[in-house]
């Protein structure tokens, strides 16, 4: 892996950025990278379900970890992390999360860590998914649906991490069913738009966890590589 490690963004909520971050840490993996998996705030779900995102995390990337290693701050009710934390009155700062991620990054050679929805979502009262990402100075990559409107997201998601000094490694397409002249047209575009890398398309998988899937035949993986 070309750095210590990924952010994964995206331009929304529930568009597979679990799903992608632990194919590409399941690829590192299997090519002897040793790469750990963090997600540090998460609501809705509780780890040990299987419908977990931590759960998916683990299972997904194959990481011996445990689940509140990988997810140190979790609660039941399914809303934005702000907004959970206080209905639960539970208390945390940005330095509590860096302290859990660097726990975990000390096993392992480099690690990927997934952002809450997109990236300028709030984690607490004083502190973002932005501030998180340049905390630990990862390069980003964004995780984005290819349908009508996604030119926008995109392009705002990029800007904003610029305008933020963050690094952006690419752009991964998740779960595409079908390619028309939408599709098609959002990638011409955006390659006219930005020079941010547009590592690839992965398709809609029904069964997310267990299904075989070789992402050479989807990435551009030496982007990451």
């Given at each position: 892996?070309?750095?210590?490690?990924?952010?994964?963004?995206?331009?929304?909520?529930?568009?597979?950025?679990?799903?992608?971050?632990?194919?590409?840490?399941?690829?590192?993996?299997?090519?002897?990278?040793?790469?750990?998996?963090?997600?540090?705030?998460?609501?809705?779900?509780?780890?040990?379900?299987?419908?977990?995102?931590?759960?998916?995390?683990?299972?997904?990337?194959?990481?011996?970890?445990?689940?509140?290693?990988?997810?140190?701050?979790?609660?039941?009710?399914?809303?934005?992390?702000?907004?959970?934390?206080?209905?639960?009155?539970?208390?945390y700062s940005?330095?509590?999360?860096?302290?859990?991620?660097?726990?975990?990054?000390?096993?392992?050679k480099g690690m990927l860590v997934e952002g809450a929805g997109g990236i300028t979502v709030p984690y607490g009262d004083d502190f973002t998914v932005t501030d998180l990402a340049c905390a630990l100075n990862l390069p980003l990559i964004i995780v984005a649906p290819n349908k009508l409107g996604v030119i926008n997201h995109i392009i705002l998601t990029i800007e904003f991490a610029k305008n933020h000094d963050l690094t952006i490694a690419g752009i991964i397409f998740n779960g595409v069913k079908h390619k028309g002249v939408v599709e098609d047209t959002n990638l011409t575009l955006l390659k006219e738009m930005t020079d941010v890398p547009i590592i690839g398309e992965l398709p809609w998988i029904t069964n997310q966890i267990n299904a075989e899937l070789p992402l050479e035949k989807y990435l551009d993986i030496n982007l990451l590589m």
């Amino acid at each position: 892996m070309k750095n210590k490690g990924y952010f994964i963004t995206g331009t929304d909520t529930e568009i597979g950025k679990t799903f992608v971050t632990a194919r590409l840490a399941r690829y590192f993996n299997k090519h002897n990278q040793d790469i750990g998996v963090f997600k540090p705030l998460m609501s809705g779900t509780r780890r040990e379900s299987p419908c977990s995102d931590a759960y998916i995390l683990k299972s997904g990337a194959k990481v011996l970890d445990g689940l509140e290693e990988i997810n140190p701050f979790q609660w039941d009710e399914a809303l934005a992390p702000a907004l959970a934390q206080k209905r639960a009155k539970t208390d945390y700062s940005l330095d509590d999360v860096l302290k859990k991620y660097n726990v975990l990054a000390q096993k392992h050679k480099g690690m990927l860590v997934e952002g809450a929805g997109g990236i300028t979502v709030p984690y607490g009262d004083d502190f973002t998914v932005t501030d998180l990402a340049c905390a630990l100075n990862l390069p980003l990559i964004i995780v984005a649906p290819n349908k009508l409107g996604v030119i926008n997201h995109i392009i705002l998601t990029i800007e904003f991490a610029k305008n933020h000094d963050l690094t952006i490694a690419g752009i991964i397409f998740n779960g595409v069913k079908h390619k028309g002249v939408v599709e098609d047209t959002n990638l011409t575009l955006l390659k006219e738009m930005t020079d941010v890398p547009i590592i690839g398309e992965l398709p809609w998988i029904t069964n997310q966890i267990n299904a075989e899937l070789p992402l050479e035949k989807y990435l551009d993986i030496n982007l990451l590589m």
